[in-house]
């Protein structure tokens, strides 16, 4: 499974095109806030620091679906899912050694942006900043088990890409809806996360038992 690990990783490193979409979500936030700002004054927004650090932690989860879809629809379409199967290595410690090297990704990136812009608005609370990161946990763990799943049953990166969309659209228009709710404490933000392990431990073994199955 390390090895597994270890050589996805070095994968994910040699080809750049995977690294866009993390860029991408910071810099479309920062500069539409700049427009605005310079628009209509600093004025606009106040009081909204805590919702945009969740909405980033939240446009950061979807940018690992990529790396998820093409770990397996991405090896059927390059006709090299049998061969992966016929190696000596078990189905089992195949499919983890994949999923840990998803994983670290959409995390680490989702964090650092949050961070970031928590240190350049110093007047976010510290109890919405601990909700936002653990909204964008809880988000980085259910994009990755849906991409996930959705990549062993398609055939196609771009059908795995698409149909993740489906999930992608309903969780931002939660965080629009529930943002005050959610930021307002740390009972919710943890109640989401517990919810969200549940949950993708249930999809990452199901889709376990599929790709072990195929």
């Known amino acids: 499974m390390l090895h597994v690990f270890k050589h996805e990783l070095r994968l994910i490193f040699r080809d750049p095109k995977f690294w866009i979409p993390f860029i991408i979500p910071p810099v479309i936030l920062a500069a539409s806030q700049a427009i605005a700002v310079s628009r209509y004054g600093t004025q606009i927004m106040e009081g909204m620091g805590s919702y945009m650090m969740l909405l980033l932690g939240c446009l950061m989860a979807p940018m690992g679906a990529p790396l998820a879809a093409d770990f397996f629809a991405g090896e059927r379409e390059r006709n090299s899912l049998e061969l992966l199967q016929l190696s000596p ?51 980085v763990l259910l994009t990755t088990a849906f991409s996930l799943m959705i990549s062993l049953r398609v055939k196609t990166v771009r059908a795995a890409a698409h149909i993740t969309l489906f999930f992608v659209l309903p969780l931002f228009l939660l965080i629009q809806l529930g943002h005050e709710a959610f930021l307002q404490g740390l009972f919710i933000p943890l109640v989401t996360l517990a919810v969200s392990v549940v949950l993708s431990a249930g999809v990452a073994v199901l889709s376990m038992r599929k790709f072990v199955s195929l």
């Open 89 to 139: 290595i078990a189905p089992a410690k195949l499919f983890w050694g994949k999923l840990l090297a998803v994983v670290p990704f959409p995390f680490v990136f989702a964090l650092l942006a949050q961070l970031g812009y928590w240190f350049s608005h110093p007047g976010v609370t510290t109890i919405s900043v601990v909700a936002s990161m653990l909204g964008a946990i809880s988000a």
